[in-house]
């Protein structure tokens, strides 16, 4: 399907002049929680690097293949923010480390099955150490009551930015 041009025969709404003055990027949702992301990848970037040798995506998904057990890389990447070219060419690092096999999935000889071998189940219990204490740390910033609401409060915004997605490619 062609991608539709916009189309610019009417004028489409804007906020004034001095509603753009006034915006600030730290005052949207999307910024901040865009900030959050990046900062805490950056923590789990260096925690894993030097210690592991791995990438924070490399990281990502070893930890889905422990959740899930052996995987297609199509599954790995609907449970994460990667998309499928990305955890394809991570996956393949990964089996270059020893980390993980590839083998052809039985029903589909097109997709590959992922999973962990005991070298990435030893670097991941290993690995886990850090990760439950920035879990934690992170954790233990917030009242209980406070982390309850931001609980709630993610859950709400990833329904509703789901939800606009939708809108948007029904209307694409």
Same mark, same amino acid.
């Given at each position: 399907?062609? &991608? ?21 990027? %730290?005052? @949207? ?25 791995? #990438?924070? $995506?490399?990281? $990502?998904?070893?930890?889905?293949? &422990?959740?899930?057990?052996?995987? #297609?890389?199509? =599954?790995?990447? =609907? ?33 590959? #099955? @992922? ?6 189940? %030893? ?9 439950? &204490? ?13 982390? #309850? ?6 859950? =709400?915004?990833?329904?509703? =930015? $789901? ?10």
């Amino acid at each position: 399907m062609p &991608n539709k041009k916009p189309d610019r025969s009417s004028p489409r709404p804007r906020v004034s002049l001095a509603q753009l003055r006034r915006i600030r990027p %730290e005052q @949207l949702i999307s910024y901040r929680v865009s900030l959050l992301s990046h900062l805490i990848g950056q923590v789990v970037e260096r925690s894993v690097s030097q210690p592991l040798g791995l #990438t924070s $995506r490399q990281w $990502r998904v070893m930890m889905l293949l &422990n959740r899930f057990g052996p995987s #297609t890389s199509g =599954a790995i990447a =609907a449970s994460s923010p990667m998309d499928h070219s990305q955890v394809s060419r991570v996956s393949y690092e990964l089996v270059d480390k020893g980390l993980i096999s590839m083998h052809p999935d039985p029903d589909d000889r097109r997709r590959q #099955t @992922l999973a962990l071998t005991p070298g990435g189940v %030893e670097l991941l219990r290993e690995g886990l150490v850090e990760s439950i &204490n920035r879990q934690r740390r992170l954790r233990d910033c917030l009242p209980d009551a406070d982390y #309850t609401a931001f609980d709630r409060a993610l859950d =709400a915004l990833i329904a509703e =930015a $789901r939800r606009m997605l939708e809108e948007q490619d029904a209307g694409a």
